[in-house]
Nanobody
């Protein structure tokens, strides 16, 4: 059973940057595609970025392209979401999720993710 723990959230000013981390345990990390989702108050959860298994391709939702970057360090069993040019509308709880064996992930996703973290709050002040 893969377990995911997010960290790195916080309060940042508009235009600032943050790096979120997603630490995994309990499985072979390389085999999983990792995605970041977010949910703002009163809104549906939305997929933001994903990176495929085995260091495969990445994909992003249009609203974050050019501002967010997803990466992974398989030796550390950790994935990252580098966020820059943050806007007030990026305020949300951010979750990482894992999908076993997904060699080409897409955003927004058309499939379910198997494992989820507990989330980390990102607040962007305008």
């Amino acid at each position: 059973q893969l377990q995911l723990v997010e960290s790195g959230g916080g309060l940042v000013q508009s235009g600032g940057s943050l790096r979120l981390s997603c630490a995994a345990s309990g499985g072979t990390f390389d085999y999983y595609a990792i995605a970041w989702f977010r949910q703002a108050p009163g809104k549906e959860r939305e997929g933001v970025a994903c990176i495929s298994s085995d260091d495969g391709p990445t994909d992003y939702v249009n609203s974050v392209k050019g501002r967010f970057s997803i990466s992974r360090d398989n030796a550390k069993n950790t994935a990252y979401l580098h966020m820059s040019g943050l806007k007030a509308e990026d305020t949300a709880v951010y979750y990482c999720a894992a999908d076993f064996g997904r060699r080409k992930c897409v955003m927004p996703p058309v499939y379910e993710y198997d494992y989820w973290g507990q989330g980390t709050q990102v607040t962007v002040s305008s």
